[in-house]
């Protein structure tokens, strides 16, 4: 497990493509490797993956295989890109983020950037599958960071998160253009809250649903919203 607060920005060092793997070798910033071990789980650019060598005591090799490299960002790394990164939690670390499993689920794509004083703000797209989940002031991971979402649009498609000079410094998200891709993990206990309520209505409702759903898209609305969870504290 994660917490999605990254602990630095690492560098691609080396890669080198097997049939069916690639292998990654990360050069982390002074301290991160400390006590890392083979077997070890990192989050990279918000997935999980295995130490399986240890090349210094800042650096490490991972093997990616091809289904993870075609759900996420990390098939278009090369030698010199940056990602960010964060150890696995320990038992009774503060989880300052929101519990993350390094599974991406989506990829967003950086439809726009506003830079306000001393913020910076993206707005992303993702595929109607993905965006039930997405509530304003609700969680969501981008490339491995926990973010508040500060506004969405469920029906054109798109959400915003604001980032301050803090976050800008620790991750790369300041290296990101529009059109950029970003990995997406789904905060999940919205998920099963989402996924619940739309199974319900559905058993429920049986022949009505499609009724239903077609007098709420005349008023702008959608079962989706019904199935809204109420914000949560940040921990």
Not at 47 to 68: I, K, N, S
Not at 136 to 164: C, H, M, P, Q
Not at 194 to 210: A, I, M, N, S
């Amino acid at each position: 497990m994660f917490t999605g607060i990254v602990q630095g920005v690492a560098r691609v060092e080396a890669l080198a493509d097997r049939p069916g793997l690639r292998s990654f070798s990360l050069g982390f910033p002074p301290g991160f490797g400390q006590g890392l071990a083979i077997g070890a789980s990192v989050a990279v650019d918000g997935v999980c993956l295995t130490v399986t060598a240890l090349e210094g005591a800042d650096r490490a090799r991972f093997d990616v295989m091809q289904q993870t490299l075609g759900l996420t960002t990390l098939a278009a790394l090369e030698a010199g890109s940056r990602v960010n990164v964060e150890r696995a939690a320990r038992d009774g670390a503060e989880i300052g983020g929101h519990p993350l499993s390094g599974h991406v689920d989506a990829l967003a794509t950086i439809a726009a950037i506003r830079r306000p004083e001393n913020n910076h703000v993206l707005r992303l797209t993702l595929p109607e599958r993905w965006m039930r989940y997405v509530f304003a002031k609700g969680y969501i991971a981008l490339n491995g960071a926990s973010l508040t979402v500060a506004e969405a649009d469920r029906r054109a498609g798109w959400f915003e998160v604001w980032l301050i000079p803090e976050t800008l410094r620790m991750t790369t998200f300041g290296d990101k253009g529009e059109g950029a891709a970003i990995n997406v993990e789904i905060e999940r206990s919205t998920q099963v809250f989402v996924d619940t309520v739309r199974d319900t209505l559905e058993e429920r409702l049986g022949p009505l649903l499609p009724a239903l759903e077609a007098l709420l898209r005349e008023r702008g609305l959608s079962t989706d919203a019904l199935a809204a969870p109420a914000p949560l504290p940040r921990p």
